[in-house]
């Protein structure tokens, strides 16, 4: 396993879908690995691929208290979101520094491939809840700023520029 870089924006990748990954092989279980220990290594809570420049629907999401619980996904897929919704400070380390309050839904329910390729479905709520919606954003091309409205988020981006610079 291997801490891998981080993509940071504006890197295109990051705003352009992930390929569908399809059959769960020795290759998927190497990034998941490589994801994991990146994940660890920042320390967050989770982790899509195209974050450290792998273009495929893989995320790992580990929200627990005591660590190494941490859940591979394969494609996932948004089934079911609650009505109820809950603001977070979120945060990515594509864009280090920057964090903002998003509005998610506070329950979710998620199908997606497991490491053993069987088609699973899990409910998630909290700190879970907002981590699986978070990766599934990245997987389709989303960072957390692009759920801000937009004076909001070229606000932030253009802080975070100008701090870079």
Known sequence: MTARPILLWPD?????AADPVGEIDDEVRAVWDDMIETMEAMPGVGLAAPQIGVMRALAVVDASGERGRAIRMADPKLLEASAETKPWEEASPCLPGVVAKVVRPAKVRVAWTDE??????????????????????????????????????????????????
Do not use: P
């Open 116 to 165: 053993t390729g069987a088609r699973v479905r899990g409910a998630f709520d909290g700190l879970w809840a907002v981590s699986v919606q978070h990766q599934i954003d990245h997987l389709e091309g989303r960072l957390f700023v692009d759920r801000l409205s937009r004076t909001k988020r070229e606000m932030i981006l253009k802080k975070y520029r100008k701090a870079r610079a």
């Open 12 to 16: 295109r990748r990051l705003g352009a």
